[in-house]
T-cell receptor
Framework: AQRVTQPEKLLSVFKGAPVELKCNYSYSGSPELFWYVQYSRQRLQLLLRHISRESIKGFTADLNKGETSFHLKKPFAQEEDSAMYYCAALVPFGNEKLTFGTGTRLTIIP | NAGVTQTPKFQVLKTGQSMTLQCAQDMNHEYMSWYRQDPGMGLRLIHYSVGAGITDQGEVPNGYNVSRSTTEDFPLRLLSAAPSQTSVYFC??????????????FGQGTRLTVV
C-alpha cells in the first residue's frame, strides 16, 4: 500500500539551531514528493517539491531513493518557522491521489 | 483570484442531520479532492475527482457522498451525521498530469462539530 510516514508528531528546536523533519515513503513506481505547511490561521500551502529542487524560506529536501526518504532541512531555525508540516506523495499521470503523512508540529523556541 | 473557496467555515450538526459542504475553484483545475484533518492522523482522503462527471473513493469514504457536475464545483454531502465525523474538512484542487502541475491548492477549511 502507498504510505507516507512522519515519525515525529512534535518537534521543538531552539531559534538558530538546525531543523530536520523526517519523512519516509512506501510507494510502487516513482512518486512525486512534496512538503506542505500550515501556519497558524492560514490554509495549507505548498512549501516545496522534489521536482523543483529549490530552496524555499531556507528549507531544502533531498530525495534518497535508497532509503526512500525525503527529509526537510533548514540550517538555522527562525521563529516564523513554527507551523504544522506535512510530507505528501502522488504518482503523476495516475489517479492523482495525494497521500499525506500524519504531520509534524514544529515549534521554534525563542 | 479567489482560488479554492469552501463554505461554511464553521458548522454544528446534530447526530442524524444531513448537510452539504460546498467547494468551488476558479482555476479551471481538473482534479479536486476532499480531505479530513484529525489530530494525530494527518489529512485523509475522503473522495476525489479527476474531472467533471468522474468521482472515486479515497481512504475514508463511508458516510460521505460527492458529485462533480461542473469543473468548478465539488460538494461533499454528509448523509446522516455522526460524532465520528467531527473534524476539519479541506477541499483541494490541482491541474494534474505533468509533475510540474501537481501542486494542490487548498480551501480555508470547514470546522464541523457533530453533537
Amino acid at each position: 500500500a502507498q504510505r507516507v510516514t512522519q515519525p515525529e508528531k512534535l518537534l521543538s528546536v531552539f531559534k538558530g539551531a538546525p531543523v530536520e523533519l523526517k519523512c519516509n515513503y512506501s510507494y510502487s513506481g516513482s512518486p512525486e514528493l512534496f512538503w506542505y505547511v500550515q501556519y497558524s490561521r492560514q490554509r495549507l500551502q505548498l512549501l516545496l517539491r522534489h521536482i523543483s529542487r529549490e530552496s524555499i524560506k531556507g528549507f531544502t529536501a533531498d530525495l534518497n531513493k535508497g532509503e526512500t526518504s525525503f527529509h526537510l532541512k533548514k540550517p538555522f531555525a527562525q521563529e516564523e518557522d513554527s507551523a504544522m508540516y506535512y510530507c505528501a506523495a502522488l504518482v503523476p499521470f495516475g489517479n492523482e491521489k495525494l497521500t499525506f503523512g500524519t504531520g509534524t508540529r514544529l515549534t521554534i523556541i525563542p | 483570484n479567489a482560488g479554492v473557496t469552501q463554505t461554511p467555515k464553521f458548522q454544528v450538526l446534530k447526530t442524524g442531520q444531513s448537510m452539504t459542504l460546498q467547494c468551488a475553484q476558479d482555476m479551471n483545475h481538473e482534479y479536486m479532492s476532499w480531505y479530513r484533518q484529525d489530530p494525530g492522523m494527518g489529512l485523509r482522503l475522503i473522495h476525489y475527482s479527476v474531472g467533471a462527471g468522474i468521482t472515486d473513493q479515497g481512504e475514508v469514504p463511508n458516510g460521505y457522498n460527492v458529485s462533480r457536475s461542473t469543473t468548478e464545483d465539488f460538494p461533499l454531502r454528509l448523509l446522516s451525521a455522526a460524532p465520528s465525523q467531527t473534524s476539519v474538512y479541506f477541499c483541494a484542487s490541482s491541474y494534474g498530469g505533468f509533475p510540474e502541475n501537481t501542486e494542490a491548492f487548498f480551501g480555508q477549511g470547514t470546522r464541523l462539530t457533530v453533537v
